[in-house]
C-alpha cells in the first residue's frame, strides 16, 4: 500500500543553520503531497503542499518540491529559527478514498 | 478560519469504562477523521466519515466505535478504557478528501 517514509529525528540545529528533513514515498498513480507542523501541545497545521510533479510548495520561509523521479518530498529552509522548534510531518493522499496517509514525524529543535 | 473543536484537552480514565471523545467542526464540512498519535508511530487513522450516519474503519479501528449523527460533529466511542488506549487523539475535517484542519488534540490516560 501507499506509504511515507521520513529521516528519524530529533534534529537538533543550532539558529540560522540550514534545515533538510527528508521525505520518499511510495504511492501508486499520482498523489499530492503535504507537509504539516505540529507546536508543542497542539494539533496538525498545514505547512505547505503540491499537487502534482515539480509543483513547489512553500510557506513561511519552507520549501519542497515534488520529485516524481525520485518518489521525494524533502522540506528545506534556509534559516531557522528557535520558533521552528516543533514536529514536522509528510504526507500524501492515498488509502481506498484518499485520505491521508503520514509519516511517522521527525522532531526538530532549534536552539539560540 | 476553519475550527475544529475537541471537548477536552486531558482526560483521565479507568480500565473499562466507556469513554467519548466529541469534535465539532464549523464550516460545514462533509469529511471528518479520527487518528491517534504514538511517539515513534506516528498518526494512525481509526475511523472517518464522508457523510452524516456514514461510518469507515480506517487501519486501527479495533476497541472503538464512531457516532455522526450531525453533519458537525463526529464522536469517538471507547467501548471498554484500556491501558493501551492511552494516547493522543486527533480529530480532522475537510471539504475534499485532503486539506484536513485539525483540533488541538485530547490526551487520554487510561489508568
Known amino acids: 500500500g501507499d506509504s511515507v517514509t521520513q529521516m528519524e529525528g530529533p534534529v537538533t540545529l543550532s539558529e540560522e543553520a540550514f534545515l533538510t528533513i527528508n521525505c520518499t514515498y511510495t504511492?501508486?498513480?499520482?498523489?499530492?503531497l503535504f507537509w504539516y507542523v505540529q507546536y508543542p501541545g497542539e494539533g496538525l497545521q498545514l505547512l505547505l503542499k503540491?499537487?502534482?510533479?515539480?509543483d513547489k510548495g512553500s510557506n513561511k520561509g519552507f520549501e519542497a518540491t515534488y520529485r516524481k523521479e525520485t518518489t521525494s518530498f524533502h522540506l528545506e529552509k534556509g534559516s531557522v529559527q528557535v520558533s521552528d522548534s516543533a514536529v514536522y510531518f509528510c504526507?500524501?493522499?492515498?488509502?481506498?478514498?484518499?485520505?491521508?496517509?503520514f509519516g511517522k514525524g521527525t522532531k526538530l529543535s532549534v536552539k539560540p | 478560519d476553519v475550527k475544529v473543536t475537541q471537548s477536552s484537552r486531558y482526560l483521565v480514565k479507568r480500565t473499562g469504562e466507556k469513554v467519548f471523545l466529541e469534535c465539532v467542526q464549523d464550516?460545514?464540512?462533509?469529511?471528518m477523521f479520527w487518528y491517534r498519535q504514538d511517539p515513534g508511530l506516528g498518526l494512525r487513522l481509526i475511523y472517518f466519515?464522508?457523510?452524516?450516519?456514514?461510518?469507515e474503519k480506517g487501519d486501527i479501528p479495533e476497541g472503538y466505535s464512531v457516532s455522526r449523527e450531525k453533519k458537525e460533529r463526529f464522536s469517538l466511542i471507547l467501548e471498554s478504557a484500556s491501558t493501551n488506549q492511552t494516547s493522543m487523539y486527533l480529530c480532522?475535517?475537510?471539504?475534499?478528501?485532503?486539506?484536513?484542519?485539525f483540533g488541538s488534540g485530547t490526551r487520554l490516560t487510561v489508568v
Open positions: 504526507a500524501l493522499t492515498g488509502g481506498s478514498q484518499g485520505n491521508l496517509i
Open positions: 480532522a475535517s475537510s471539504l475534499e478528501p485532503y486539506g484536513y484542519t
Open positions: 464550516m460545514d464540512h462533509e469529511n
Open positions: 504511492a501508486t498513480g499520482y498523489p499530492s
Open positions: 466519515s464522508y457523510d452524516v450516519k456514514m461510518k
Open positions: 503540491a499537487t502534482k510533479a515539480d
